[in-house]
């Protein structure tokens, strides 16, 4: 889950809840039109938050939605269409692969480190407890694969059960990296239709956690420790020839992890990928870059890709949407992101209007929802069991308890971070636009505006 788009870096000079798109302060009212991107943030983190409560709380309403949809997938795939959408406009923004990392590492650790930390306060002297089979893993293993974020693509168990997105957004850094460093970025609808297609082809033929099977998992740990250090210390060397090997680097570890490595089915692991490269293929589509026809066709290609890959490759053993058996698995893996990508679109064309300012907000304190609520649900079954009915005023309740906690963890932990990482990018260096990408960065009227 990473931002989902949670995952944006915010321009000092600009209110934190406007992403940082370029040009995002020219025009009238920057707020107003950005505000859609907050809302769709604050949607897919209360959905994952709710899903996972729903069943203690709401079991009757739970177990009647989960018949249809899961309401926990439509959250991860908002969230992974916004990033796909606001990741390629930061690191385009920045110019500069170093720059770009750097605001990376410190958006997401800080928070993660806090995280990670309750999650073991929780295990030592509360009910909850690290991930089955966490504990039994070499203890230097596990927070090298957790220090990487690409832990679920490492044969280790999450300690938190959200952090296997983080590892999903991960890989997507690493691939969107390498693009840029080989200035071929801007081709979102072949990547996003390569991937969606070898997800189709290959999906059911690529093995799941083949190199942790035939290698051991200690090995594949520490090579990919080693080898995401280099490739980090490679871009932040700002040298352009260093800049774009540790980039290629990067992006090809990302790529066999994904199709040797993964916890998944290899066919959902690239059906993510490839509707996070959708959501590039909305951005290149809303700068002009793309038309809108062939937008709007790339995105429904991808949609169906994923649909034909889950008909062709889920099994009901395999199925994390639930239901009973596997045509009811596909119907509910379908509609859940075949919503999300509605929701999305609809979104994008009503982005002039004004958003409701408590969702934007739930926007804002997204990535704090996202990774605390599993540790306020533990704390919270200490006090209150799971109900056998629907107890609507124990899941407003849980919200009360969660919402102000994950404003203050934003407030003393999310902020601070985002200001280091700013003053630590220091100027734009490493692998620079060329000069005609540099034009493009120019501000982009909103639809209606002109020119």
């Not at 770009?100 to 650790?109: A, E, K, S």
């Not at 509605?342 to 907000?361: C, K, N, Q, S, Y």
């Not at 009360?400 to 906690?405: D, H, I, K, N, V």
């Amino acid at each position: 889950m990473s931002d989902a788009v949670w995952l944006m870096s915010t321009q000092a000079a600009r209110p934190a809840h406007v992403p940082d798109l370029p040009g995002a302060g020219g025009g009238p009212d920057p707020d107003r039109r950005l505000a859609w991107l907050d809302a769709l943030r604050g949607i897919g983190a209360l959905m994952v938050a709710l899903h996972h409560a729903a069943p203690r709380y709401l079991p009757d309403l739970s177990a009647a939605v989960q018949r249809h949809v899961n309401p926990g997938t439509y959250g991860v795939i908002v969230f992974f269409l916004v990033s796909g959408y606001i990741i390629p406009a930061s690191l385009e923004r920045r110019g500069s692969l170093r720059r770009f990392w750097t605001g990376r590492v410190c958006r997401l650790y800080p928070l993660l480190l806090v995280a990670l930390a309750g999650t073991a306060l929780l295990a030592r002297w509360g009910p909850g407890q690290l991930r089955e089979g966490l504990g039994e893993r070499d203890p230097l293993s596990a927070v090298l694969a957790h220090a990487t974020m690409l832990q679920d693509l490492l044969g280790v168990p999450n300690a938190l059960n959200v952090l296997w997105t983080l590892s999903y957004e991960m890989a997507f850094y690493l691939l969107v990296s390498a693009l840029f460093a080989l200035r071929q970025h801007r081709r979102s609808a072949p990547a996003a239709l390569g991937v969606a297609a070898l997800g189709v082809v290959a999906g059911g033929a690529l093995p799941a956690a083949a190199l942790t099977r035939g290698l051991g998992s200690a090995p594949v740990i520490a090579a990919t420790a080693l080898g995401a250090a280099v490739a980090l210390c490679a871009v932040a060397s700002g040298r352009a020839p260093w800049t774009r090997a540790g980039a290629l680097l990067g992006g090809g570890l990302a790529a066999v992890l994904v199709l040797g490595n993964g916890r998944v089915p290899p066919w959902q692991g690239l059906a993510l990928l490839s509707l996070m490269f959708a959501g590039t293929v909305l951005y290149r589509m809303e700068r002009g870059q793309l038309g809108r026809a062939a937008g709007t066709a790339v995105v429904g290609a991808v949609l169906a890709a994923c649909v034909l890959s889950a008909a062709l490759h889920l099994s009901a053993a395999d199925a994390v949407t639930g239901g009973d058996g596997q045509r009811s698995a596909v119907r509910i893996w379908s509609v859940s992101a075949g919503l999300a990508v509605l929701t999305f679109g609809a979104a994008m064309a009503l982005r002039r209007h004004r958003v409701p300012r408590w969702l934007a907000h739930c926007g804002v304190i997204s990535y704090s929802v996202y990774l605390l609520h599993p540790l306020v649900l533990e704390v919270c079954d200490l006090a209150v069991p799971w109900q056998r009915h629907d107890t609507p005023l124990l899941m407003a309740a849980y919200l009360a308890l969660l919402l102000p906690l994950c404003m203050l963890a934003h407030r003393l932990v999310e902020l601070p971070g985002q200001r280091l990482g700013r003053l630590l990018a220091g100027p734009p260096g490493g692998l620079p636009l060329p000069r005609a990408e540099q034009r493009a960065k120019a501000p982009v009227p909103a639809p209606g505006e002109p020119a």
